[in-house]
């Protein structure tokens, strides 16, 4: 039996969570992102916690599992940047590093890098993503910021003031937020404690909620690597086509 191009298409995407929108010929290399797209990562100390009594892998670990699962499925489509915040010769707020700007095939870089830090430090996500977007020169250019993170904001900063900013001055930026084992301040001298999971952060919701962009709660590493093929997925073209593909 003999299929067309788009006939062919829509029997491979039809069943996925986006369609083919039209038929896209030439070879898969010659397709790429339409938006760069920066990771913001948490290096904060949290990251190198374990659960309840030690039991669990510390969240750093399974964090890495999750980058090297996912990006590399993301990588070759889509031009890649990273940023950490957290690590640092001083445990203070302005420990956020540009790791490298969006560029091709950056899946080995972003392993190497997320593998070889050691999380420390306070929380300081609003400058990060501040500084995600200027790198992606967000005031003219479209672009895509994806935010990993286990907890609020812990330097003063203000997301939703930033949020508001961002979608105000941006040409078209979109800013995901992927919340990996979230916990609530629940625990205190004067409590019982708790197993608060999910604990949204609206400071750090509000990020995705003004630019169009998704919070997604995440608990394991299969979640948090398909939350990460989620918000890095895209819209790609070749040969002045196009074709909305789902990764993973």
Not at 1 to 14: E, K
């Amino acid at each position: 039996m003999n299929l067309s191009a788009s006939s062919l298409l829509g029997r491979i995407c039809g069943t996925g969570a986006l369609a083919a929108l039209v038929a896209l010929p030439g070879p898969a290399a010659a397709m790429e992102c339409t938006e760069d797209a920066m990771v913001v990562f948490d290096g904060s100390g949290s990251m190198s916690e374990m659960g309840f009594n030690d039991m669990w892998e510390a969240r750093i670990v399974e964090a890495r599992r999750a980058v090297r699962r996912s990006i590399p499925q993301v990588a070759p489509f889509r031009r890649l940047g990273l940023i950490v915040y957290g690590p640092g010769s001083n445990e203070d707020c302005s420990n956020i590093t540009v790791r490298f700007p969006p560029q091709a095939q950056a899946a080995d870089r972003m392993i190497a890098e997320i593998d070889a830090m050691q999380p420390m430090g306070p929380t300081p996500l609003t400058s990060s993503v501040l500084r995600a977007a200027e790198v992606l020169n967000y005031r003219e250019q479209s672009g895509v910021v994806v935010l990993v993170t286990d907890g609020k904001e812990t330097c003063g900063g203000s997301p939703c003031y930033l949020a508001a900013l961002l979608a105000a001055d941006g040409l078209d930026l979109t800013v995901h937020v992927i919340g990996f084992k979230v916990r609530g301040d629940y625990f205190n001298w004067n409590s019982q404690g708790g197993d608060e999971k999910d604990a949204q952060t609206t400071v750090a919701r509000c990020l995705a909620d003004r630019t169009g962009g998704k919070y997604l709660s995440t608990e394991t590493v299969d979640e948090l690597a398909a939350a990460f093929q989620e918000t890095l997925g895209c819209a790609l073209i070749g040969h002045n086509h196009a074709l909305r593909i789902p990764f993973g």
